[in-house]
């Protein structure tokens, strides 16, 4: 089992930035067993979206909305994964989940981040 706890969400204006984290623990093996960590969102009336993944190579993938404003990172000695979010805008109000991908997958229980104009 994977705990995974959230942190960072928060209400700024347009064109501020926050950072969210997300540090996982839990059962020695089933951290070792992690390899992609993400972020989703989900805005009222909407599906929940994936943001950025990062696998454990590094590799990383971006929505097309985000691409050039936020940037995902991981630290894996600290089983945590992060999620810099600058130029922020109205319709990135949401609510944001971290994921975690290994043996199974594993979801946080979110962080509001509210965008107003």
């Known amino acids: 089992q994977v705990q995974l706890v959230e942190s960072g969400g928060g209400s700024v204006q347009a064109g501020g930035s926050l950072r969210l984290s997300c540090a996982a623990s839990?059962?020695?093996?089933?951290?070792?067993?992690?390899?992609?960590m993400a972020w989703y969102r989900q805005a009222p009336g909407k599906q929940r979206e994936l943001v950025a993944l990062?696998?454990?190579?590094?590799?990383?993938n971006y929505a097309d909305s985000v691409k050039g404003r936020f940037t995902i990172s991981r630290d894996n000695a600290k089983n945590t994964v992060y999620l810099q979010m600058n130029s922020l805008k109205p319709e990135d109000t949401a609510a944001y989940f971290c994921?975690?991908?290994?043996?199974?997958?594993?979801w946080g229980q979110g962080t509001q981040v509210t965008v107003s104009s």
């Open positions: 990062v696998g454990s190579g590094g590799r990383t």
């Open positions: 994921y975690v991908l290994g043996e199974v997958g594993y």
């Open positions: 839990g059962n020695i093996f089933s951290i070792n067993a992690i390899n992609t």
